[in-house]
């Protein structure tokens, strides 16, 4: 969370030329990779697809950076605690590079940035989906100005979330002039990859104690 604040911050106080740059330079352009000379005409150098895993800790606004740091304050630590800070630094990072992987899969000729920790933390979700799936999530909602809380159970709340994001994928894909502005092919790629890999990195708590 840190690292991602920090990023964001240091461009917003940079001219909008540098950030316009390294946002470009950073972040994740599918057809940088698909037509590398497309890459060579924008001035953009070869970079082995660094971008892939640079693209995480970037964010093109503040809702953006604040939804997904709220989603990570929330889900994260109870993950981590599991897994350990190591394995869950790693667990985080596979899931967003696979999570970026599949949206330039499902969208190899785009020519804008995808940046955001989305994908990453749609591992972390999904890890949180099967660790805890009674635990209950505190939502609030704004009805007649009034602020109206409702608890309900994660397994309940994050079910939701799953299959808008597959709503809005597929959606792109079928109907064509659809504008896409959000990588959702990353966030279920995401959560895919921590629905797969989270026993993994699940600590052995029996053995620890021992």
């Known amino acids: 969370m840190a690292i991602c604040i920090i990023i964001f911050v240091a461009m917003q106080v940079m001219p909008n030329e540098l950030s316009y740059r ?44 604040a939804i997904n740091m709220i989603f990570l304050w929330i889900f994260a630590d109870n993950v981590e605690d599991r897994m350990g800070h190591g394995f869950f630094l790693i667990f985080y990072l596979l899931c967003g590079l696979c999570a970026t992987f599949l949206q330039w899969y499902f969208d190899p ?20 989906f099967f660790l805890y799936p009674l635990a209950r999530v505190i939502i609030w909602v704004p009805l007649f100005l009034l602020p109206i809380v409702i608890h309900i159970p994660a397994i309940a709340f994050l079910g939701l979330w799953v299959i808008i994001q597959l709503h809005d994928a597929t959606t792109s894909v079928i109907f064509e002039g659809v504008t896409v502005d959000v990588a959702w092919w990353a966030h279920l790629g995401g959560f895919v990859t921590g629905t797969i890999l989270y026993r993994l990195f699940i600590r052995n708590e029996l053995a620890e104690e021992k």
């Not at 599918?30 to 924008?42: A, E, L, T």
């Not at 020519?111 to 955001?116: D, E, F, K, Q, T």
């Open 109 to 128: 000729r785009l020519a804008i940035p995808v940046v955001g920790a989305s994908g990453a933390i749609a591992g972390v979700l999904a890890a949180y």
């Open 22 to 65: 390294l946002i470009y330079l950073y972040g994740m352009v599918p057809i940088r990779y698909s037509d590398p000379q497309w890459g060579v005409s924008f001035g953009l150098p070869e970079d082995y697809y660094l971008s892939f895993l640079t693209s995480l800790f970037l964010h093109g606004n503040w809702w953006h950076l």
